[in-house]
Protein backbone atom coordinates (compact mmCIF):
# COMPACT_ATOMS: atom_id res chain seq x y z
CA UNK A 1 0.00 0.00 0.00
CA UNK A 2 1.38 3.48 -0.94
CA UNK A 3 0.89 6.38 1.48
CA UNK A 4 0.76 9.54 -1.10
CA UNK A 5 1.84 12.77 0.36
CA UNK A 6 -1.88 14.00 0.56
CA UNK A 7 -3.03 11.57 2.29
CA UNK A 8 -0.21 11.98 4.81
CA UNK A 9 -0.64 15.56 5.06
CA UNK A 10 -4.40 14.77 6.04
CA UNK A 11 -3.54 12.17 8.71
CA UNK A 12 -1.00 14.10 10.56
CA UNK A 13 -3.43 17.25 10.92
CA UNK A 14 -6.07 14.63 12.11
CA UNK A 15 -3.56 14.07 15.44
CA UNK A 16 -1.55 11.50 14.00
CA UNK A 17 -4.49 9.23 13.38
CA UNK A 18 -2.87 5.91 11.66
CA UNK A 19 -3.71 3.24 8.88
CA UNK A 20 -1.76 0.10 9.87
CA UNK A 21 -1.01 -2.00 6.80
CA UNK A 22 0.71 -5.42 6.72
CA UNK A 23 2.47 -4.68 3.89
CA UNK A 24 5.46 -2.27 3.41
CA UNK A 25 4.39 1.85 3.40
CA UNK A 26 6.52 4.41 1.32
CA UNK A 27 6.04 7.91 2.62
CA UNK A 28 7.38 10.44 1.00
CA UNK A 29 8.25 13.53 2.99
CA UNK A 30 9.30 16.74 0.86
CA UNK A 31 12.77 15.51 -0.70
CA UNK A 32 13.10 12.66 1.53
CA UNK A 33 11.61 9.35 1.06
CA UNK A 34 11.20 7.29 4.25
CA UNK A 35 10.95 3.48 3.58
CA UNK A 36 9.20 1.59 6.34
CA UNK A 37 8.67 -1.83 6.79
CA UNK A 38 6.06 -4.18 8.35
CA UNK A 39 7.46 -7.17 7.34
CA UNK A 40 11.11 -6.81 9.40
CA UNK A 41 9.53 -5.70 12.72
CA UNK A 42 7.27 -7.92 12.70
CA UNK A 43 9.24 -11.12 11.94
CA UNK A 44 11.89 -10.10 14.93
CA UNK A 45 8.98 -9.47 17.28
CA UNK A 46 10.67 -5.87 18.49
CA UNK A 47 7.23 -4.29 17.06
CA UNK A 48 5.39 -5.74 19.87
CA UNK A 49 6.63 -2.79 22.40
CA UNK A 50 4.11 -3.18 25.61
CA UNK A 51 1.86 -0.40 26.50
CA UNK A 52 3.43 2.40 29.28
CA UNK A 53 2.19 1.52 32.48
CA UNK A 54 3.31 3.56 34.84
CA UNK A 55 1.63 1.22 37.54
CA UNK A 56 3.97 -1.50 37.62
CA UNK A 57 7.39 -1.06 38.91
CA UNK A 58 9.06 -2.95 36.08
CA UNK A 59 8.80 -3.00 32.36
CA UNK A 60 8.43 -6.55 31.36
CA UNK A 61 11.05 -7.70 29.10
CA UNK A 62 11.39 -7.49 25.64
CA UNK A 63 13.01 -10.31 23.49
CA UNK A 64 14.98 -9.04 20.21
CA UNK A 65 16.02 -11.15 17.55
CA UNK A 66 19.53 -10.34 16.39
CA UNK A 67 19.95 -12.54 13.73
CA UNK A 68 23.64 -11.20 11.89
CA UNK A 69 22.79 -10.61 8.54
CA UNK A 70 26.71 -9.75 7.25
CA UNK A 71 29.66 -10.82 9.42
CA UNK A 72 31.21 -7.82 8.74
CA UNK A 73 31.64 -5.80 11.98
CA UNK A 74 31.08 -2.29 10.42
CA UNK A 75 27.62 -3.26 9.19
CA UNK A 76 25.08 -1.82 11.38
CA UNK A 77 22.49 -4.59 12.48
CA UNK A 78 18.71 -4.00 12.51
CA UNK A 79 18.39 -3.07 16.13
CA UNK A 80 20.61 -0.02 15.74
CA UNK A 81 18.87 0.93 12.44
CA UNK A 82 15.32 0.91 13.64
CA UNK A 83 16.02 1.72 17.68
CA UNK A 84 19.16 3.79 17.33
CA UNK A 85 19.58 5.76 13.52
CA UNK A 86 15.52 6.27 12.72
CA UNK A 87 14.68 7.65 16.33
CA UNK A 88 17.57 10.18 16.42
CA UNK A 89 16.81 10.71 13.03
CA UNK A 90 13.11 11.38 13.83
CA UNK A 91 13.64 13.21 16.81
CA UNK A 92 16.76 15.42 15.85
CA UNK A 93 15.27 19.07 16.36
CA UNK A 94 13.70 18.34 19.69
CA UNK A 95 16.74 16.55 21.00
CA UNK A 96 18.96 18.93 19.57
CA UNK A 97 17.03 21.64 22.02
CA UNK A 98 16.94 19.19 25.19
CA UNK A 99 21.03 19.12 24.30
CA UNK A 100 22.39 22.55 25.40
CA UNK A 101 24.01 22.14 28.75
CA UNK A 102 27.63 21.55 28.76
CA UNK A 103 29.23 19.26 30.78
CA UNK A 104 31.74 20.28 32.83
CA UNK A 105 34.19 16.95 32.57
CA UNK A 106 34.13 16.88 29.23
CA UNK A 107 34.57 20.73 28.92
CA UNK A 108 37.75 20.06 31.11
CA UNK A 109 38.85 17.81 28.66
CA UNK A 110 38.46 19.92 25.99
CA UNK A 111 39.91 22.91 27.43
CA UNK A 112 42.98 21.19 28.93
CA UNK A 113 43.97 20.70 25.10
CA UNK A 114 46.70 22.97 23.51
CA UNK A 115 45.70 25.47 21.99
CA UNK A 116 45.97 25.20 17.95
CA UNK A 117 44.81 21.35 18.56
CA UNK A 118 42.41 19.55 15.96
CA UNK A 119 39.67 17.46 17.54
CA UNK A 120 37.74 15.09 16.52
CA UNK A 121 33.97 14.34 17.63
CA UNK A 122 32.96 10.96 16.71
CA UNK A 123 28.95 10.65 17.38
CA UNK A 124 28.77 14.54 17.70
CA UNK A 125 24.87 14.53 17.73
CA UNK A 126 24.34 18.21 17.27
CA UNK A 127 27.61 19.61 17.67
CA UNK A 128 27.01 20.83 21.12
CA UNK A 129 30.74 20.34 22.01
CA UNK A 130 31.98 21.56 18.61
CA UNK A 131 33.86 24.39 19.01
CA UNK A 132 33.79 24.20 22.92
CA UNK A 133 37.98 25.39 22.66
CA UNK A 134 37.42 28.14 21.05
CA UNK A 135 41.54 28.07 19.94
CA UNK A 136 40.83 24.60 18.55
CA UNK A 137 39.56 23.33 15.13
CA UNK A 138 36.77 21.16 15.62
CA UNK A 139 35.31 18.25 12.98
CA UNK A 140 32.33 16.37 13.76
CA UNK A 141 30.70 13.52 12.22
CA UNK A 142 27.49 11.60 13.35
CA UNK A 143 25.81 9.06 11.45
CA UNK A 144 22.08 11.12 11.49
CA UNK A 145 21.80 13.41 8.54
CA UNK A 146 19.25 15.29 10.52
CA UNK A 147 21.45 15.83 13.50
CA UNK A 148 24.57 16.96 11.53
CA UNK A 149 22.29 19.48 8.98
CA UNK A 150 21.77 21.40 12.78
CA UNK A 151 25.55 21.44 13.16
CA UNK A 152 25.96 22.51 9.65
CA UNK A 153 23.26 25.34 10.52
CA UNK A 154 25.80 26.15 13.76
CA UNK A 155 28.74 26.60 10.77
CA UNK A 156 30.73 23.71 12.18
CA UNK A 157 32.59 21.64 10.05
CA UNK A 158 30.89 17.77 9.84
CA UNK A 159 30.20 15.23 7.80
CA UNK A 160 27.94 11.90 7.87
CA UNK A 161 29.74 9.18 8.80
CA UNK A 162 29.61 5.76 10.93
CA UNK A 163 31.53 6.06 14.36
CA UNK A 164 32.27 2.40 13.94
CA UNK A 165 34.11 2.61 10.33
CA UNK A 166 35.88 6.55 10.46
CA UNK A 167 36.75 7.56 7.19
CA UNK A 168 40.09 9.18 8.20
CA UNK A 169 43.83 8.64 7.84
CA UNK A 170 45.13 7.32 10.55
CA UNK A 171 47.02 9.93 13.38
CA UNK A 172 45.38 12.98 11.80
CA UNK A 173 44.13 14.10 14.57
CA UNK A 174 45.12 15.76 17.80
CA UNK A 175 42.64 14.97 20.32
CA UNK A 176 39.75 12.44 20.37
CA UNK A 177 36.09 12.51 22.07
CA UNK A 178 33.14 10.24 21.78
CA UNK A 179 30.45 11.26 24.08
CA UNK A 180 27.39 9.62 25.12
CA UNK A 181 27.67 7.31 21.59
CA UNK A 182 29.15 3.26 22.62
CA UNK A 183 25.76 3.04 24.31
CA UNK A 184 23.99 2.74 21.34
CA UNK A 185 26.38 -0.10 19.75
CA UNK A 186 24.63 -3.51 20.13
CA UNK A 187 27.97 -6.03 19.80
CA UNK A 188 30.96 -5.83 22.10
CA UNK A 189 32.83 -6.11 18.78
CA UNK A 190 31.59 -2.95 17.30
CA UNK A 191 31.87 -1.07 20.55
CA UNK A 192 35.63 -2.41 20.73
CA UNK A 193 36.34 -1.10 17.09
CA UNK A 194 35.02 1.98 17.28
CA UNK A 195 37.56 2.32 20.37
CA UNK A 196 40.01 1.07 18.03
CA UNK A 197 39.02 3.86 15.42
CA UNK A 198 38.97 6.93 17.99
CA UNK A 199 42.73 5.51 19.12
CA UNK A 200 43.19 5.23 15.35
CA UNK A 201 42.87 8.27 14.11
CA UNK A 202 44.88 10.51 16.64
CA UNK A 203 48.17 11.34 16.62
CA UNK A 204 50.93 9.32 19.01
CA UNK A 205 50.91 11.67 22.12
CA UNK A 206 46.84 12.08 20.86
CA UNK A 207 44.49 12.22 23.95
CA UNK A 208 40.68 10.13 23.55
CA UNK A 209 37.96 11.16 25.76
CA UNK A 210 35.15 8.36 25.97
CA UNK A 211 31.66 8.76 28.02
CA UNK A 212 28.95 6.09 28.00
CA UNK A 213 26.00 6.14 30.25
CA UNK A 214 26.17 3.79 33.37
CA UNK A 215 24.19 0.77 34.90
CA UNK A 216 24.64 2.40 38.04
CA UNK A 217 22.33 5.35 37.44
CA UNK A 218 22.62 7.55 40.37
CA UNK A 219 18.62 7.82 40.18
CA UNK A 220 17.83 4.27 40.43
CA UNK A 221 14.11 4.79 39.55
CA UNK A 222 15.13 6.08 35.94
CA UNK A 223 15.64 2.24 35.52
CA UNK A 224 11.98 1.42 36.27
CA UNK A 225 11.25 3.66 32.98
CA UNK A 226 13.20 1.58 30.85
CA UNK A 227 12.39 -1.69 29.15
CA UNK A 228 15.08 -4.56 29.73
CA UNK A 229 15.88 -6.38 26.59
CA UNK A 230 16.44 -10.10 26.83
CA UNK A 231 19.03 -11.29 24.03
CA UNK A 232 18.54 -13.79 21.68
CA UNK A 233 21.53 -14.29 19.48
CA UNK A 234 19.85 -17.19 16.72
CA UNK A 235 23.71 -18.51 16.97
CA UNK A 236 24.12 -18.97 20.15
CA UNK A 237 21.40 -19.29 21.89
CA UNK A 238 21.40 -22.51 23.74
CA UNK A 239 18.27 -24.00 24.35
CA UNK A 240 16.89 -25.29 28.10
CA UNK A 241 18.46 -27.46 30.07
CA UNK A 242 21.89 -26.31 29.33
CA UNK A 243 23.27 -24.52 32.10
CA UNK A 244 25.28 -21.38 30.19
CA UNK A 245 23.58 -18.56 28.15
CA UNK A 246 25.87 -16.15 26.32
CA UNK A 247 25.22 -12.93 26.65
CA UNK A 248 27.01 -9.71 25.26
CA UNK A 249 28.75 -8.79 28.57
CA UNK A 250 31.01 -11.82 29.72
CA UNK A 251 30.57 -10.45 33.04
CA UNK A 252 27.12 -10.78 33.25
CA UNK A 253 27.92 -14.03 32.43
CA UNK A 254 30.62 -14.90 35.17
CA UNK A 255 28.99 -12.94 38.27
CA UNK A 256 25.46 -15.19 38.26
CA UNK A 257 26.82 -18.78 37.85
CA UNK A 258 24.43 -19.46 40.59
CA UNK A 259 21.37 -17.75 39.01
CA UNK A 260 21.91 -18.70 34.86
CA UNK A 261 19.52 -22.05 34.85
CA UNK A 262 16.79 -19.63 36.38
CA UNK A 263 17.90 -16.73 33.66
CA UNK A 264 17.45 -19.36 30.54
CA UNK A 265 14.04 -20.28 32.08
CA UNK A 266 12.55 -16.78 32.39
CA UNK A 267 13.97 -15.84 28.88
CA UNK A 268 12.54 -18.36 27.40
CA UNK A 269 9.15 -18.28 29.44
CA UNK A 270 9.65 -14.25 28.70
CA UNK A 271 10.07 -14.89 24.24
CA UNK A 272 7.63 -17.81 24.25
CA UNK A 273 4.99 -15.63 26.44
CA UNK A 274 5.74 -13.10 23.49
CA UNK A 275 5.44 -14.99 20.41
CA UNK A 276 2.10 -15.70 21.28
CA UNK A 277 0.78 -12.08 22.48
CA UNK A 278 -0.37 -9.96 19.19
CA UNK A 279 0.86 -6.70 19.16
CA UNK A 280 -0.26 -5.26 22.46
CA UNK A 281 1.09 -7.72 24.96
CA UNK A 282 -0.88 -8.02 27.89
CA UNK A 283 0.45 -6.74 31.39
CA UNK A 284 3.04 -9.38 33.02
CA UNK A 285 1.02 -10.74 35.43
CA UNK A 286 3.57 -13.50 36.37
CA UNK A 287 4.50 -12.59 39.69
CA UNK A 288 7.26 -15.32 40.10
CA UNK A 289 8.77 -13.14 37.20
CA UNK A 290 8.94 -9.85 38.41
CA UNK A 291 10.67 -10.42 41.64
CA UNK A 292 13.51 -12.01 39.57
CA UNK A 293 13.47 -9.31 37.08
CA UNK A 294 14.01 -7.36 40.42
CA UNK A 295 17.74 -9.32 40.88
CA UNK A 296 17.95 -9.43 37.21
CA UNK A 297 18.33 -6.13 36.45
CA UNK A 298 21.60 -5.68 38.44
CA UNK A 299 23.12 -7.28 35.75
CA UNK A 300 20.86 -6.53 32.99
CA UNK A 301 22.72 -3.84 30.45
CA UNK A 302 20.51 -3.92 27.28
CA UNK A 303 17.56 -1.93 27.64
CA UNK A 304 14.93 0.46 25.75
CA UNK A 305 15.10 4.00 26.90
CA UNK A 306 11.79 6.22 25.93
CA UNK A 307 11.69 9.17 24.31
CA UNK A 308 8.85 11.79 23.95
CA UNK A 309 8.68 13.20 21.30
CA UNK A 310 5.88 15.84 22.02
CA UNK A 311 2.80 15.55 19.32
CA UNK A 312 3.71 19.42 17.53
CA UNK A 313 7.00 18.13 16.75
CA UNK A 314 6.33 14.87 15.54
CA UNK A 315 4.25 16.64 12.70
CA UNK A 316 7.03 19.04 11.93
CA UNK A 317 9.34 15.84 11.80
CA UNK A 318 7.16 13.80 9.42
CA UNK A 319 8.89 10.61 10.26
CA UNK A 320 7.03 9.71 12.68
CA UNK A 321 3.67 8.67 11.07
CA UNK A 322 6.00 5.83 9.45
CA UNK A 323 7.16 4.98 12.72
CA UNK A 324 4.20 4.90 13.89
CA UNK A 325 2.42 2.84 11.11
CA UNK A 326 5.27 0.46 11.68
CA UNK A 327 4.87 -0.43 15.57
CA UNK A 328 8.39 1.51 16.14
CA UNK A 329 6.64 4.27 18.14
CA UNK A 330 3.82 5.17 20.12
CA UNK A 331 1.09 7.64 20.93
CA UNK A 332 0.71 8.51 24.29
CA UNK A 333 -1.97 10.67 24.38
CA UNK A 334 -1.72 11.83 28.16
CA UNK A 335 1.62 13.08 27.72
CA UNK A 336 0.39 14.43 24.54
CA UNK A 337 3.70 12.72 22.84
CA UNK A 338 5.17 9.99 20.45
CA UNK A 339 6.54 7.55 22.49
CA UNK A 340 10.23 6.46 20.66
CA UNK A 341 12.44 3.69 21.99
CA UNK A 342 16.34 3.79 22.02
CA UNK A 343 18.43 0.91 22.00
CA UNK A 344 21.01 1.21 25.09
CA UNK A 345 23.85 -1.01 26.00
CA UNK A 346 24.91 0.46 29.44
CA UNK A 347 28.13 -0.35 30.79
CA UNK A 348 29.23 -1.73 33.98
CA UNK A 349 31.91 -0.38 35.96
CA UNK A 350 35.24 -1.78 34.59
CA UNK A 351 34.02 -2.32 31.51
CA UNK A 352 35.50 0.42 29.47
CA UNK A 353 39.11 -0.43 31.23
CA UNK A 354 38.16 -3.87 30.29
CA UNK A 355 37.34 -3.03 26.60
CA UNK A 356 40.40 -1.15 25.58
CA UNK A 357 42.59 -3.68 27.71
CA UNK A 358 43.43 -5.68 24.25
CA UNK A 359 44.66 -2.31 22.74
CA UNK A 360 48.46 -2.21 23.02
CA UNK A 361 49.55 1.59 22.05
CA UNK A 362 47.42 3.01 24.74
CA UNK A 363 47.71 4.34 28.56
CA UNK A 364 44.96 5.09 30.42
CA UNK A 365 45.28 8.18 31.95
CA UNK A 366 42.10 8.64 33.88
CA UNK A 367 39.08 6.81 35.06
CA UNK A 368 36.33 8.04 36.63
CA UNK A 369 32.60 8.01 37.37
CA UNK A 370 30.19 11.28 37.05
CA UNK A 371 27.22 11.68 36.97
CA UNK A 372 25.73 8.34 36.20
CA UNK A 373 28.22 7.84 33.37
CA UNK A 374 31.42 5.96 32.77
CA UNK A 375 34.39 7.59 31.64
CA UNK A 376 38.00 7.02 30.05
CA UNK A 377 40.23 8.97 28.93
CA UNK A 378 43.54 7.73 27.12
CA UNK A 379 46.82 8.80 25.68
CA UNK A 380 48.38 6.95 22.21
CA UNK A 381 51.54 6.03 22.74
CA UNK B 1 33.60 21.22 3.51
CA UNK B 2 37.36 22.83 4.02
CA UNK B 3 40.09 21.10 2.43
CA UNK B 4 41.50 20.32 6.03
CA UNK B 5 38.87 17.68 6.18
CA UNK B 6 39.68 16.75 2.81
CA UNK B 7 43.24 16.34 3.75
CA UNK B 8 42.19 14.10 6.26
CA UNK B 9 39.28 11.59 4.22
CA UNK B 10 39.77 8.48 3.07
CA UNK B 11 37.61 5.99 1.46
CA UNK B 12 37.79 2.92 3.76
CA UNK B 13 35.16 0.75 1.45
CA UNK B 14 36.08 -2.57 1.96
CA UNK B 15 39.04 -4.12 -0.34
CA UNK B 16 40.56 -0.87 -0.91
CA UNK B 17 44.19 -0.45 -0.38
CA UNK B 18 44.62 3.32 -0.62
CA UNK B 19 41.49 5.32 -0.31
CA UNK B 20 43.41 8.65 -0.49
CA UNK B 21 43.15 11.22 -1.10
CA UNK B 22 39.51 11.28 -3.04
CA UNK B 23 39.37 13.24 -5.90
CA UNK B 24 37.48 16.07 -5.97
CA UNK B 25 34.19 16.81 -8.20
CA UNK B 26 33.22 20.92 -7.81
CA UNK B 27 29.98 21.76 -8.71
CA UNK B 28 29.53 24.82 -6.29
CA UNK B 29 32.86 26.34 -4.38
CA UNK B 30 32.67 29.50 -2.44
CA UNK B 31 35.12 30.88 0.16
CA UNK B 32 34.00 32.62 3.79
CA UNK B 33 36.75 34.21 5.63
CA UNK B 34 37.99 32.69 8.77
CA UNK B 35 40.00 34.51 11.69
CA UNK B 36 43.92 34.33 10.80
CA UNK B 37 45.78 31.83 13.26
CA UNK B 38 49.27 30.96 12.61
CA UNK B 39 49.98 29.04 15.57
CA UNK B 40 47.29 26.56 14.09
CA UNK B 41 48.94 26.77 11.08
CA UNK B 42 52.13 25.56 12.29
CA UNK B 43 50.43 22.58 13.94
CA UNK B 44 48.65 21.62 11.33
CA UNK B 45 51.59 21.80 8.59
CA UNK B 46 53.05 18.38 9.66
CA UNK B 47 49.83 16.69 9.31
CA UNK B 48 49.23 17.72 5.80
CA UNK B 49 49.78 15.77 2.63
CA UNK B 50 50.79 18.59 0.62
CA UNK B 51 50.70 17.18 -2.71
CA UNK B 52 46.89 16.59 -1.99
CA UNK B 53 46.41 20.17 -0.40
CA UNK B 54 47.71 21.33 -3.87
CA UNK B 55 45.61 19.18 -5.91
CA UNK B 56 42.53 20.04 -4.59
CA UNK B 57 42.48 23.77 -3.82
CA UNK B 58 43.41 24.07 -7.65
CA UNK B 59 40.35 21.75 -8.16
CA UNK B 60 38.36 24.53 -6.42
CA UNK B 61 40.10 27.43 -8.94
CA UNK B 62 43.11 28.01 -6.38
CA UNK B 63 46.49 28.02 -7.50
CA UNK B 64 48.71 30.20 -5.05
CA UNK B 65 49.94 26.99 -3.62
CA UNK B 66 53.73 26.05 -3.92
CA UNK B 67 53.91 22.57 -6.22
CA UNK B 68 56.49 22.02 -4.08
CA UNK B 69 56.41 20.91 0.15
CA UNK B 70 57.45 23.87 1.47
CA UNK B 71 60.11 23.68 3.93
CA UNK B 72 59.82 24.61 7.64
CA UNK B 73 61.36 27.86 7.12
CA UNK B 74 58.06 28.89 5.04
CA UNK B 75 55.96 28.89 8.03
CA UNK B 76 58.07 31.75 9.21
CA UNK B 77 56.86 33.93 6.06
CA UNK B 78 53.87 35.64 6.28
CA UNK B 79 52.83 35.60 2.97
CA UNK B 80 53.10 31.81 2.54
CA UNK B 81 50.76 31.28 5.81
CA UNK B 82 48.12 33.70 4.24
CA UNK B 83 48.22 31.58 1.13
CA UNK B 84 48.07 27.94 3.28
CA UNK B 85 45.38 29.60 5.32
CA UNK B 86 43.28 30.63 2.66
CA UNK B 87 43.40 27.00 1.22
CA UNK B 88 42.90 24.86 4.19
CA UNK B 89 40.63 27.09 5.86
CA UNK B 90 38.76 29.35 3.42
CA UNK B 91 38.20 27.68 0.14
CA UNK B 92 34.98 25.44 1.04
CA UNK B 93 33.03 22.90 -1.35
CA UNK B 94 29.58 23.49 -1.39
CA UNK B 95 27.76 21.08 -3.81
CA UNK B 96 29.74 18.24 -5.21
CA UNK B 97 31.31 14.91 -4.47
CA UNK B 98 34.76 13.30 -3.65
CA UNK B 99 35.76 10.28 -5.76
CA UNK B 100 37.48 7.51 -4.24
CA UNK B 101 41.08 6.76 -6.33
CA UNK B 102 40.64 2.97 -6.03
CA UNK B 103 36.72 2.17 -6.82
CA UNK B 104 35.41 5.28 -8.64
CA UNK B 105 32.83 5.42 -5.82
CA UNK B 106 31.39 9.15 -5.24
CA UNK B 107 30.42 10.58 -1.65
CA UNK B 108 28.02 13.16 -2.10
CA UNK B 109 28.86 16.77 -1.17
CA UNK B 110 25.92 18.51 0.08
CA UNK B 111 25.83 21.93 2.16
CA UNK B 112 28.76 21.81 2.52
CA UNK B 113 28.56 18.41 4.07
CA UNK B 114 29.99 14.93 2.95
CA UNK B 115 28.18 11.85 3.19
CA UNK B 116 31.00 9.32 3.78
CA UNK B 117 28.43 6.55 4.66
CA UNK B 118 29.01 3.14 2.83
CA UNK B 119 26.26 0.85 1.73
CA UNK B 120 25.94 -2.98 3.14
CA UNK B 121 28.21 -4.35 -0.02
CA UNK B 122 30.72 -1.90 1.21
CA UNK B 123 31.65 -3.06 4.37
Known amino acids: MIINVARVESFLNRSLEFITSSTGIVCRFGNQRAFCTMTDSQVDGASSLPPLNEEFRFKKPITVSREKKSSSVQSTPDIEKKYVHHVYDAIAPHFSSTRFAKWPKVATFLNSLPPGSLILDAGCGNGKYLGLNPDCFFIGCDISAPLINICAEREHEVMVADAVNLP ?123 PRNGKNLENQQEYFVPWHLPYHRAEVSGASACALANGLAEKDDKKGAVVYNRYYHVFIEGELERLVSGIDNIVIVDQFYDKSNWCIILKKT | MRLLTHNMLSSNIKGVMNGFPLRLEVEKSVSKEVEFNSDFLRNMFPK ?70 LHEDEV
Open chain 2, 48 to 117: IEWKALVDAARSMGYAELPEEAPESSMLESEEFLMKFHHALLELHLEEGALICPETGRRFPVNKGIPNML
Open chain 1, 168 to 290: YRTGFGDAAISIAVLHHLSTESRRKKAIADLVRVVRKGGMVLITVWAVEQEDRSLLTKWTPLTQKYTEEWIGPGSPRVRSSSTLTLESIPETEENSVRDQLRNSKRLSEDTMRGTINDDSSVA
